[in-house]
């Protein structure tokens, strides 16, 4: 144990900062030395022969990890990704084939629905033609009934007209005989007598 009565001898802040300064130029001079002598010897370690075992060794763990990863962690997520990719792709296919078949039946059924129509059509004018055309032969038979039944009877008017008239003309022949007769003779000849003149 030292003694209080001992005097402590501090070092000068001088011979500290010396001191200081030697170190880090002799570790300069070491380290100058290290490189220069590895540069002597061939250049950079990984271009010498002797570690070439060790970086292929190393080489080969990396290899092997990287490859454990490949197969273990990254190919089945992409394989995931890729089947996913796949089934939604094979999904939206079926589904668009599916509306495609949806459609073409529609169409189909719009194209029925309109032959149908079409025909139901067809028919109903030829059959209100056809029923025109019985309504009209029939107002055309009534009419010539009508004109049948009046000329009827204008005929019949034109020949009682005529016999009366021709009536009327052999009485005024018989009356103008008789007057002619009686004037040439001066006898009254009777109305048989006149007529049966005619007549013979």
């Given amino acids: 144990m030292a003694d209080a009565s001992t005097p402590v001898t501090t070092p000068a802040p001088y011979t500290v900062e010396r001191a200081a300064e030697k170190d880090a130029a002799t570790l300069g001079q070491q380290n100058n030395t290290t490189t220069t002598a590895r540069e002597a010897e061939g250049g950079l370690p990984q271009f010498q022969f002797q570690h070439w075992a060790g970086q ?34 094979g999904g939206a296919i079926a589904s668009a084939k599916q509306v495609q078949k949806e459609a073409e039946a529609q169409a189909e059924a719009s194209r029925q629905s309109l032959a149908e ?61 008789q007057a002619i007769v009686e004037r040439l003779t001066g006898d009254k000849v009777a109305v048989d007598a006149v007529l049966a003149a005619a007549k013979g």
């Fill in 56 to 89: 292929m060794g190393y080489l080969l763990i990396l290899f092997v990890i990287l490859y454990v990863l490949m197969a273990r962690v990254f190919a089945p997520r992409i394989r995931k990704i890729f089947d996913e990719r796949e089934t939604a792709i």
């Fill in 117 to 177: 129509a079409r025909a139901k059509a067809q028919k109903t004018a030829s059959e209100a033609k056809a029923k025109s055309e019985a309504e009209v032969h029939k107002r055309q038979a009534a009419e010539e009934a009508k004109l049948h039944e009046r000329l009827a009877a204008a005929e019949a008017e034109i020949r009682a007209a005529r016999d009366q008239a021709m009536g009327n003309v052999s009485a005024i022949a018989v009356e103008t005989a």
